[in-house]
């Protein structure tokens, strides 16, 4: 008889369980679903703040003279152009073009670079990283398990992290621009504060070692009180990103997608040196020139029931489709979705169907995102 699989908490679980979180299975680890209402959590990051734990993503480390070179090399973008202090989003595809991840990398120094994989594919990234770096002069090092994540969310999102710094270092937080990081002093803990998001709000990702995490967390919790903060759970992070047309691993990234079909043929440098997946994404993107195959898409719904993922997507009596995620919109009112459509619907303005539960509900398709917050 095969063992049940481990269940990992973070860091932050007793805190967590203090305010009363539901919590869920992901990828792995047992995280917060919601504390008070998905609705509640959602709109208070659209309109206010909300505080979420991300200490199960991953960390990695890629260090020495070559690590811009293994990272050339690994993933399909070209991260040693990426300047100090920046970050750039980018994939780790198999041989075969399929999506092994989508992560985040950040460049602290000219021969090091600290990435963000998904929590559930940290030990993949870690693996195929290390492999690949195996012909450069570069170390990588899996400092996931001694790195906490924290996020805030949220218009009032720089004026909550910067309250916690020293005041000679504000203009770090205030100045720092997005998918920028740099060292501050956060409620007196050494962290690397980050400008980037996965809900389509302004924000700051706070990085710091598992031991000043829960006194980092009481400190946004208590200095976004005035601010309208929320600590906020998967299930609003899930409806924060489906709004803003932001994709998710397992559901509209696989290995059975690849970065042209799903919109993300703009990562791909194939004017690089050789790279893994290189020669099977060349052949992806004339697929996409060519009009063959299916794409990823934004469908609005005309009616009132939202679609969910794996239902078909028709055009008569054709599945022309598959919605990959799907849920009503809190902040814009109507259903939204993303599905892989055959190229021949997926032009804006393409009228289908989705079968939701057995009954045909209308959607047209849109650009992408749905929801764009005011700069």
């Avoid at 691993?249 to 997608?257: I, M, N």
């Avoid at 060349?282 to 609005?300: I, K, W």
């Avoid at 009616?303 to 009503?328: C, F, K, M, W, Y």
């Amino acid at each position: 008889m095969s063992e049940a699989p481990t269940i990992r908490s973070t860091v932050l679980a007793e805190e967590h369980a203090r305010l009363g979180a539901a919590f869920t299975d992901f990828g792995g680890w047992r995280m917060p679903v919601r504390y008070s209402s998905d609705l509640a959590e959602h709109r208070a990051v659209r309109t206010a703040a909300g505080l979420f734990d991300l200490s199960h993503m991953g960390e990695v480390r890629v260090e020495g003279p070559q690590a811009g070179a293994a990272l050339d090399h690994a993933l399909v973008g070209r991260l040693s152009g990426v300047a100090v202090g920046r970050a750039r989003y980018s994939l780790l595809c198999a041989e075969d073009g399929g999506i092994v991840d989508d992560l985040i990398t950040y460049r602290l120094a000219e021969d090091r670079f600290l990435v963000v994989p998904n929590a559930a594919n940290t030990a993949a990234a870690v693996a195929a990283l290390t492999e690949r770096a195996a012909g450069f002069d570069a170390a990588v090092t899996d400092v996931s398990a001694e790195t906490a994540l924290l996020a805030v969310q949220g218009p009032a999102a720089e004026a909550i992290v910067a309250s916690l710094v020293p005041g000679g270092q504000r203009e770090v937080v205030t100045g720092l621009r997005y998918y920028a990081a740099a060292r501050a002093t956060v409620a007196g803990a050494d962290a690397l504060v980050a400008r980037t998001g996965y809900t389509g709000e302004d924000g700051f990702e706070v990085f710091v070692p598992n031991g000043a995490a829960a006194a980092l967390w009481a400190a946004l919790l208590a200095a976004g009180e005035g601010h309208g903060l929320v600590p906020a759970g998967l299930a609003a992070r899930d409806s924060l990103r489906l709004e803003a047309g932001m994709p998710l691993y397992g559901h509209e990234l696989t290995r059975a997608t690849d970065p042209y079909a799903a919109g993300l043929g703009g990562v791909v440098a194939l004017d690089k040196d050789d790279f893994v997946g290189r020669r099977a994404l060349e052949a992806a993107r004339a697929a996409r020139e060519a009009g063959t195959g299916r794409r990823l898409v934004g469908l609005r719904g005309a009616g009132r029931r939202a679609a969910r993922a794996q239902q078909p997507v028709l055009v008569g009596d054709d599945v022309v489709g598959e919605v990959t995620s799907g849920a009503p919109s809190p902040t814009l009112g109507h259903p939204v979705a993303l599905a892989y459509v055959d190229a021949a619907h997926a032009g804006v303005g393409s009228a289908v169907d989705v079968d939701v539960r057995g009954t045909r509900q209308p959607f047209d398709v849109v650009e992408l995102p749905f929801y764009r917050r005011a700069r």
